[in-house]
């Protein structure tokens, strides 16, 4: 009986994967991960479908070989993930992505461009998280700028919350029920997420972490209000598409008493040759961000219509 070939493994995998549900999708997951680099051109050729569920599923197998291969392959595939027009299949390419050993500046561009308004908030909440980890202070003013998109939310249903009641005259424990109930809203957890990730990057304490949720209004007016005293400190989009902030060059030292000096009697001096006139020179404008890299304003832009959201599969 001749043996099975690793080809003909991957070729039933992938069937499972597109076709499959339950355990043997589960199984074809696990085996097109484990399989790594050979997986990676099937997942390719699934991305040109049509059917979002099947690039989905396409993003999550590449996104598992990029976490568990680290594999540099998997990249291309998944930046044009993170550029899909589905939400999900976006939020799992950028998981895939700041998985590999990329460079910081890279790997900021990535966390920039997921705090824009256009991303569905989780994939905000990933990325605040993944500034955090990798302490990427440059990514503060977009942490607060999606901060404040969120916080209008927050306060429209903290407000169903707390409307007809007297908080001053709850009782303790109804209080602490009600406090629990309101935290455990997505929206306020990653209010909280993004605010204290935020806080801990530039080292300042403005209470996304400690305060109820009805007064998380406060901790973002006090955000915004340092980041309006330190934003020449920040990179903009433009300096950030193009490598970064660029230094301020340093100022003339003061001529040393030997320059200065007169020279003595009979001492020649150097002969001042005539300079020759600077030719004007035209400055170049400044080349705009490539489309490739992050273009974002500073401030938020309006919002855009919401995103079909897709459920990532169970692995």
Not at 72 to 80: F, G, N, S, T
Not at 144 to 166: G, H, Q, W
Not at 238 to 261: C, D, H, N
Request: proline fraction near 10%.
């Amino acid at each position: 009986m001749a043996q099975e070939s690793p080809g003909d493994d991957l070729s039933e995998a992938i069937g499972n994967l597109v076709g499959g549900s339950g355990k043997p999708y589960a199984d074809a997951q696990e085996t097109l991960i484990k399989a790594g680099g050979p997986a990676i051109e099937a997942m390719i050729r699934l991305l040109r479908n049509e059917n979002p569920l099947v690039r989905l599923k396409a993003a999550t197998v590449l996104a598992g070989i990029a976490a568990e291969k680290k594999a540099l392959e998997a990249k291309a595939p998944l930046m044009k993930c993170f550029k899909d027009a589905n939400p999900g299949i976006r939020h799992v390419g950028l998981k895939g992505l700041l998985s590999l050993n990329l460079a910081k500046q890279e790997t900021l561009r990535l966390v920039v461009q997921a705090l824009n308004e256009k991303e569905p908030v989780p994939t905000q909440l990933f990325a605040a998280e993944a500034a955090k980890k990798a302490k990427l202070r440059e990514a503060t003013p977009w942490l607060v700028d999606a901060a404040s998109r969120i916080s209008p939310k927050v306060a429209r249903l903290v407000e169903e919350f707390i409307k007809d009641i007297d908080l001053v005259e709850m009782p303790g424990r109804e209080l602490k029920r009600l406090s629990e109930k309101i935290e455990s809203v997505p929206l306020v957890y990653s209010l909280r997420i993004i605010g204290t990730s935020a806080e801990s990057l530039v080292g300042e304490e403005w209470g996304f972490g400690s305060v109820p949720a009805w007064e998380l209004r406060v901790c973002l007016e006090r955000a915004k209000g340092w980041m309006d005293a330190h934003r020449d400190e920040f990179p903009s989009a433009v300096e950030l598409a193009m490598g970064g902030k660029p230094e301020k060059p340093e100022k003339p030292g003061k001529p040393t008493p030997s320059e200065t000096k007169p020279a003595a009697a009979g001492e020649s001096t150097p002969s001042e040759e005539p300079v020759p006139p600077e030719k004007e020179v035209e400055t170049p404008e400044k080349p705009a961000a490539s489309e490739k890299e992050v273009e974002m304003p500073r401030k938020p832009p309006e919002a855009a219509p919401a995103a079909e959201e897709t459920t990532t599969p169970a692995s």
